[in-house]
């Protein structure tokens, strides 16, 4: 068996993070020995990879900050598990894995994760900044670049990335645990107070620049002035702090960062991704596969995911997300069931998380041999 060593950033609640976490315990631990290296902290994803019985080092690096201890103990991780592939994950694991193999492990093939797209480049970091700038020159060096959407492989190859070794693979999803839930609706609707007919928006996801929280609370309450019965929820951490003063805090309910959103999800009306950029989202084809419609910006693969099972509107634009949002909220009920309908059978069709499994087994199968 192959041994992997995977290096991403750290392994708090982020789309990367979870996908690596939906890979390693969704059966690619059955294709290959895997190492988790992490170069902050072991977040929410260290104890249960953990309980999978993966590896996991963390490195206890600071964000933005050289650490040469730290960078002493990435190598001594690398040398004890002698890896036959170094995988990277999102622009600093990629660096770190490319370090990796240059002092530590020569022999290995080197394999590297891009998860975003370059849609909003200019609000990156400068660390982002400078890491895609090296990326250009060090990409050549890979013997495969994975990109988790077609738009992001594209806006990167055309920005000089080798082209070579890039591979299309998307974010898989767990269908028994992502599903539909008839009564999902009426259970959430009950736990948060609101009458049995409120329609509920949801949006999942972190208080970034990325996810634009600023379109999504803009085209809430433009809505919500002509639609009195629907009520927004929000999942994730220190979204409330983001939150204008001018918003009507009666209309939407604030539940943080939760464990419990695949028995939240089903209970929403529709989901709103309002993010500036984003590579593959995650929370969309999630949504979809609880048979839960979806208002996107078009952003990473958004409208190829959603096809045509929601709506895709045009990035920092509240007001097209605001009609979008209205169309959704005035469907009638047959036209819902249509639509949760084709939305979940859009994910088992393309996104079943057992075929994006065998997808990465098939490309390490390829690099080791």
């Not at 894995?97 to 849609?119: E, M």
């Not at 379109?215 to 639609?227: C, D, P, R, Y």
Request: with cysteine.
């Amino acid at each position: 068996m192959k041994r992997v060593t995977h290096i991403i950033t750290g392994l708090h609640v982020g789309g990367a993070e979870r996908a690596l976490c939906n890979l390693l315990t969704g059966g690619l631990q059955s294709y290959a020995n895997n190492q988790v290296i992490s170069l902050m902290d072991e977040g929410t994803y260290g104890p249960l990879l953990r309980e999978a019985g993966i590896e996991v080092h963390c490195l206890g690096m600071s964000p933005g900050r050289p650490d040469p201890i730290g960078v002493a103990k990435l190598l001594r991780a690398v040398r004890s598990h002698t890896p036959d592939i170094l995988q990277g994950w999102m622009y600093h694991g990629n660096f770190a894995a490319s370090l990796a193999r240059r002092f530590a492990a020569p022999g290995a093939a080197l394999s590297w994760n891009i998860r975003t797209s370059l849609d909003n480049l200019d609000n990156a970091k400068r660390s982002t900044r400078w890491l895609i700038e090296m990326g250009r020159r060090l990409s050549r060096g890979a013997n495969a670049v994975i990109y988790n959407s077609h738009r992001s492989r594209l806006q990167h190859e055309s920005d000089g990335y080798a082209s070579a070794g890039g591979i299309f693979i998307p974010n898989g999803f767990d269908v028994e645990q992502w599903r539909r839930d008839p009564g999902g609706k009426s259970s959430l609707a009950r736990i948060l107070g609101l009458a049995a007919d409120t329609k509920i928006i949801g949006f999942v996801g972190r208080a970034c620049p990325a996810k634009d929280l600023p379109n999504l609370f803009a085209a809430f309450q433009e809505v919500a002035s002509t639609h009195f019965g629907c009520h927004l929820v929000c999942v994730g951490r220190q979204i409330e702090e983001t939150a204008p003063p001018s918003l009507d805090r009666s209309r939407v309910t604030f539940l943080g960062q939760r464990a419990d959103i695949p028995q939240i999800m089903p209970g929403f009306d529709l989901l709103c991704l309002s993010s500036s950029t984003e590579g593959f989202p995650n929370v969309i084809g999630e949504a979809m596969s609880c048979g839960v419609p979806c208002v996107a910006t078009d952003v990473g693969d958004a409208a190829i995911i959603v096809g045509e099972a929601g709506w895709v509107v045009p990035a920092r634009n509240a007001a097209f997300l605001a009609q979008a949002l209205r169309e959704a909220l005035n469907l009638s009920d047959a036209e819902k069931v249509r639509l949760a309908g084709l939305a979940r059978q859009r994910i088992e069709t393309h996104y079943a998380l057992p075929a994006i499994v065998g997808q990465y087994a098939a490309l390490y199968r390829s690099l080791s041999g």
